[in-house]
């Protein structure tokens, strides 16, 4: 479990969390029930979006493990399913490109390029927060201070012309400009509007949002969280304190008019907030601001953006997540499951890759625990035909990525194949195979096995070559000839990758070879591999 969330792939799932988290919060908060929340309530609901978001998003994967594979009848169906394969269709073609990259030779300096650049953009932003530090403990050193409430200091300071607040490790601080000792009311305000920003833990939240920016520096959906969540404490600060009816909406504008115009430190909460629009939001919500007493609305907004959002982390996890195998654990399980040596199958990054795709595709995974299933009732029937010829057994898989060992009828494929092999019409006729609209010999499982060992043999008998045999399968005879001529070794994956008149056939070899180690192997793909 520990590898499974502390891994780079979590790191990715964070940065999307933010993303979708983020959109899908702020969807909710337009909804028209949403209008009625005060602002304290409002700020909460995003902090539990926020909050919920990258738990599901991060957790998601662990509790999809926990639902059997056939999950159609689950209680949680994903609104966005039809998204959530376009996704991973995606997902697992660049996978599979990155496998292929990192067996490349260039690799590592890519590998490096990419730490390096990341390690940058952390220092440039860890500087800049260390810079944002040393100013305001400059503005602490220079200040002094007049009051001390508990872990809260206040301090008064001739440097500053803005009141705002910040946090360390186990203090609070308060930097009020001088010039507001003049002005007992204004000052009044100030301290009570700094104190909830306190009080409500606007400050922690602050320091959390820092340290998500310094790890996810590059997601814009960082600045986008921290800058709703500005807006929204100032909206609800300002709320707790007129609702507390000890300060008046007009003293309480006058206040923030007054203290509208000066720069600020980064990383703190000031009274002005964070802009002209800003600043003429909140002087309107302090005479128009909502208080409401039933937690209805709060509710509902929770319960829909918990089910949105957990729909989303399901759908685009794709399946209970199984870990990443790498090329030297394939390997290795080439060798234990006793895969003979007839096709060289080896841990290509492409099988790799492949496999993994499966294991971590819900849709695939089940394709191929159905597969598996209906193999056992046909094999057999399908191995007493192989050894009357001497056909290899690994041969097993060629319907597994064929038809799922389901006899497909002639409907169901463009070009008219049919059957558990999906022979095409033409060659089931050429080894003796009756196919007319009144009869279909294919979709007889064990005439259309004679056929195919009868082909497969043909073609060893041709090569010499059980490899060339299994490709012509795919391509025809004629095209294998073409191939041939111009393919540096007969190994299967050489031949697949020589071949520019079919490119399909590179994806084709890499099924097969991945269909061969999960038949040797099925608990590749089962929920406790």
């Known amino acids: 479990m520990i590898t499974t969330i502390f891994n780079l792939h979590t790191y990715w799932i964070i940065n999307g969390a933010l993303a979708a988290g983020y959109l899908l919060a702020r969807l909710i908060s337009w909804f028209p029930f949403a209008y009625r929340l005060s602002q304290r309530r409002q700020l909460a609901f995003a902090r539990f979006c926020f909050i919920f978001a990258i738990l599901s998003f991060t957790l998601m994967p662990l509790l999809a493990a926990l639902l059997p594979v056939h999950h159609e009848m689950a209680p949680l169906k994903p609104m966005v399913n039809h998204a959530a394969a376009q996704f991973l269709k995606k997902h697992h073609t660049v996978a599979r490109q990155f496998a292929v990259v990192r067996s490349a030779p260039f690799y590592f300096s890519i590998a490096f390029m990419v730490l390096l650049t990341w390690v940058t953009g952390f220092l440039v932003s860890f500087f800049a927060y260390i810079k944002t530090l040393a100013s305001l403990n400059k503005i602490r050193l220079g200040a002094y201070c007049r009051h001390r409430i508990h872990a809260v200091s206040v301090l008064f300071s001739n440097r500053i012309h803005t009141p705002f607040c910040w946090s360390g490790f186990s203090q609070h601080f308060i930097a009020v400009p001088d010039t507001l000792l003049e002005k007992q009311e204004d000052l ?276 010499g070559n059980w490899n060339l045999a299994l490709i012509s399968y795919e391509i025809g005879d004629e095209e294998v000839d073409r191939i041939i001529k111009n393919a540096p070794t007969l190994q299967l994956h050489d031949l697949a990758k020589s071949s520019k008149t079919y490119p399909e056939l590179k994806e084709y070899v890499t099924m097969f070879s991945a269909a061969v180690i999960i038949m040797h192997y099925p608990a590749l793909i089962t929920r406790h591999a």
């Not at 000890?246 to 003293?251: D, Y």
């Not at 006793?338 to 290509?348: L, P």
């Not at 294991?359 to 995974?365: I, M, V």
Request: glycine letters at 4%; one cysteine or more.
């Open 188 to 463: 009044r305000i100030t301290l009570r509007h700094e104190l909830q920003h306190i009080r409500q833990g606007d400050t922690l939240w602050l320091k959390a949002m820092v340290l998500i920016k310094l790890l996810c520096f590059w997601n814009p959906f960082v600045s986008l969280w921290t800058k709703w969540f500005k807006e929204l404490q100032e909206f609800a600060c300002d709320e707790s304190l007129i609702l507390r009816r000890k300060t008046s909406p007009t003293q309480y504008a006058t206040c923030l008019l007054n203290a509208a115009s000066a720069h600020l430190p980064k990383h703190v909460l000031a009274v002005n907030g964070l802009s002209s629009s800003l600043l003429y939001r909140r002087i309107a919500m302090l005479f128009h601001y909502q208080k409401e007493k039933s937690k209805r609305s709060f509710i509902i907004a929770c319960l829909i953006s918990l089910f949105m959002i957990a729909s989303a982390a399901y759908a685009l996890s794709g399946s209970p997540t199984h870990s990443t195998l790498s090329a030297k654990e394939v390997a290795a399980m080439i060798k234990r499951a006793g895969i003979d040596n007839t096709f060289q199958i080896s841990a290509t990054p492409e099988v790799v890759a492949e496999l993994n795709k499966i294991r971590n595709s819900r849709h695939a995974r089940k394709f191929m625990l159905g597969a598996l299933k209906r193999m056992k009732e046909h094999k057999t029937m399908v191995l007493s035909e192989f050894k009357k010829e001497g056909i290899p057994a690994d041969f097993l898989a060629l319907p597994l990525i064929e038809s799922g060992y389901e006899p497909l009828d002639a409907s169901k494929n463009r070009l008219g194949a049919a059957g558990v092999w999906q022979f095409l019409p033409d060659t089931a006729r050429h080894f003796g195979l009756v196919v007319t609209p009144e009869r279909d010999d294919r979709l007889n499982t064990l005439l259309e096995t004679k056929a195919a060992v009868a082909y497969l043999k043909s073609m060893h008998q041709k090569y």
